[in-house]
């Protein structure tokens, strides 16, 4: 990235949203196509807001690994979930990027000329970022991955959550980290705790629910997490930070209504694009991806950008059916305090399956073991909304 022409205000490329993917997207750049002036444009003042994002080994292609790695905080080998009927131990390594690293990373990685924080944008026209004050930034191209978007012709539930990472007196005692504990009371939906083991004494904890509504009591939040800690003997001495989130759990909806009531480009990334995995709402691995399509363009116009992103998230829509039907399973079919039994029962599934599961890529022959067994919900359910969302 020259940023010969960054003095004045206009680009190659704007990317509007700091988050991840438009981070990786304007990383992916920097490495592979160095000669573009390139525009970060982010509303708040750093990079990444504040998130612990995490992702399998499995998730993202060995070829790909450059463009993670050095953003890793943190890798375990393999992964512990719990539920009623059993524990298991996964050998599928896990990995979390702090968005304090990511933040600090690109101020490394990128010139300065590229790094725009603090500017909210008012909207995205023909070559023009328009702010809501300052000065435009105009560019030969415009990726949006501003997030969020109108979600009103989809259908789905909510996974919301809030962390904390904890500094404790003693040990906590763990290995890996725990990615479901579902043994934890069953309220507001789906419900499970999850937990990092950043230190020795050093240990991100979520209570996190698959809710029919968004809404969040941080203070009852707390004093939820506080109570998990107590029941595993761990004593607190200082809450580090916090998170918390709303995401939506799409099960079904109409998809070209959804592209044509956001207004701006075609080109899209992130979840401004539905670029996510449907059940977990992880997005890393898709906007991984999406940086490197973009990265090995051999020619990034608006026009090429405007087709090749719309395809590849068309695609990604089309390619998660399957997932979306099982996300129906869980806010359509099950009572609300019954839904973890859709995931026990794809946990009590083979290692190799899980990957894939996760990275999207599940077979035909994986859908049908995952749909093989006792059933998680009344076979009287399950069937209208096979014959719907599948």
Same mark, same amino acid.
């Given at each position: 990235?020259?940023?010969?022409?960054?003095?004045?205000?206009?680009?190659?490329?704007?990317?509007?949203?700091?988050?991840?993917?438009?981070?990786?997207?304007?990383?992916?750049?920097?490495?592979?196509?160095?000669?573009?002036?390139?525009?970060?444009?982010?509303?708040?003042?750093?990079?990444?807001?504040?998130?612990?994002?995490?992702?399998?080994?499995?998730?993202?292609?060995?070829?790909?690994?450059?463009?993670?790695?050095?953003?890793?905080?943190?890798?375990?080998?393999?992964?512990?979930?719990?539920?009623?009927?059993?524990?298991?131990?996964?050998?599928?390594?896990?990995?979390?990027?702090?968005?304090?690293?990511?933040?600090?990373?690109?101020?490394?990685?990128?010139?300065?000329?590229?790094?725009?924080?603090?500017?909210?944008?008012?909207?995205?026209?023909?070559?023009?970022?328009?702010?809501?004050?300052?000065?435009?930034?105009?560019?030969?191209?415009?990726?949006?991955?501003?997030?969020?978007?109108?979600?009103?012709?989809?259908?789905?539930?909510?996974?919301?959550?809030?962390?904390?990472?904890?500094?404790?007196?003693?040990?906590?005692?763990?290995?890996? @980290?725990?990615?479901?504990?579902?043994?934890?009371?069953?309220?507001?939906?789906?419900?499970?705790?999850?937990?990092? @083991?950043?230190?020795?004494?050093?240990?991100?904890?979520?209570?996190?629910?698959?809710?029919?509504?968004?809404?969040?009591?941080?203070?009852?939040?707390?004093?939820?997490?506080?109570?998990?800690?107590?029941?595993?003997?761990?004593?607190?001495?200082?809450?580090?930070?916090?998170?918390?989130?709303?995401?939506?759990?799409?099960?079904?909806?109409?998809?070209?209504?959804?592209?044509?009531?956001?207004?701006?480009?075609?080109?899209?990334?992130?979840?401004?694009?539905?670029?996510?995995?449907?059940?977990?709402?992880?997005?890393?691995?898709?906007?991984?991806?999406?940086?490197?399509?973009?990265?090995?363009?051999?020619?990034?116009?608006?026009?090429?950008?405007?087709?090749?992103?719309?395809?590849?998230?068309?695609?990604?829509?089309?390619?998660?059916?399957?997932?979306?039907?099982?996300?129906?399973?869980?806010?359509?079919?099950?009572?609300?305090?019954?839904?973890?039994?859709?995931?026990?029962?794809?946990?009590?599934?083979?290692?190799?399956?899980?990957?894939?599961?996760?990275?999207?890529?599940?077979?035909?022959?994986?859908?049908?073991?995952?749909?093989?067994?006792?059933?998680?919900?009344?076979?009287?359910?399950?069937?209208?909304?096979?014959?719907?969302?599948?």
């Amino acid at each position: 990235m020259s940023g010969s022409s960054a003095s004045q205000n206009s680009y190659d490329l704007a990317i509007a949203g700091g988050g991840l993917a438009g981070g990786l997207i304007a990383v992916a750049l920097q490495e592979l196509r160095p000669e573009l002036d390139v525009a970060l444009i982010e509303a708040e003042d750093r990079f990444g807001g504040s998130h612990i994002w995490s992702f399998f080994d499995s998730d993202v292609d060995p070829e790909n690994k450059w463009l993670v790695e050095p953003l890793i905080s943190r890798h375990w080998d393999s992964y512990d979930v719990h539920f009623p009927e059993f524990s298991r131990s996964i050998a599928n390594g896990y990995n979390s990027i702090e968005s304090a690293n990511f933040d600090s990373f690109l101020r490394e990685k990128l010139p300065k000329s590229s790094l725009i924080t603090g500017k909210r944008i008012s909207c995205i026209g023909d070559g023009l970022v328009k702010l809501e004050k300052g000065e435009d930034i105009a560019a030969k191209a415009v990726i949006d991955v501003r997030g969020g978007g109108n979600i009103d012709a989809l259908e789905f539930g909510w996974q919301k959550f809030f962390g904390q990472m904890l500094k404790l007196h003693e040990p906590h005692g763990l290995e890996r @980290p725990v990615i479901m504990d579902a043994t934890v009371d069953q309220s507001d939906g789906y419900r499970f705790v999850y937990c990092l @083991p950043f230190g020795e004494k050093q240990i991100f904890v979520e209570d996190t629910y698959y809710s029919d509504t968004r809404d969040l009591d941080p203070d009852a939040l707390r004093a939820s997490i506080a109570g998990y800690a107590a029941d595993q003997e761990w004593h607190i001495d200082a809450i580090v930070s916090e998170e918390h989130g709303q995401l939506p759990v799409i099960y079904g909806g109409d998809f070209r209504s959804f592209w044509k009531e956001n207004d701006g480009p075609d080109a899209r990334a992130g979840t401004r694009a539905a670029l996510i995995q449907p059940i977990t709402s992880y997005s890393l691995p898709m906007a991984v991806q999406s940086a490197v399509l973009i990265a090995k363009m051999p020619d990034i116009t608006q026009s090429n950008l405007d087709e090749a992103l719309k395809d590849m998230a068309t695609k990604h829509w089309k390619s998660g059916k399957f997932y979306r039907m099982l996300c129906a399973f869980l806010f359509k079919g099950a009572d609300p305090d019954k839904r973890y039994l859709t995931l026990q029962h794809t946990y009590s599934k083979d290692e190799d399956l899980l990957a894939r599961f996760y990275a999207g890529k599940t077979t035909r022959r994986d859908q049908a073991a995952l749909l093989s067994g006792k059933p998680p919900i009344p076979i009287r359910r399950a069937l209208p909304l096979m014959m719907k969302y599948r």
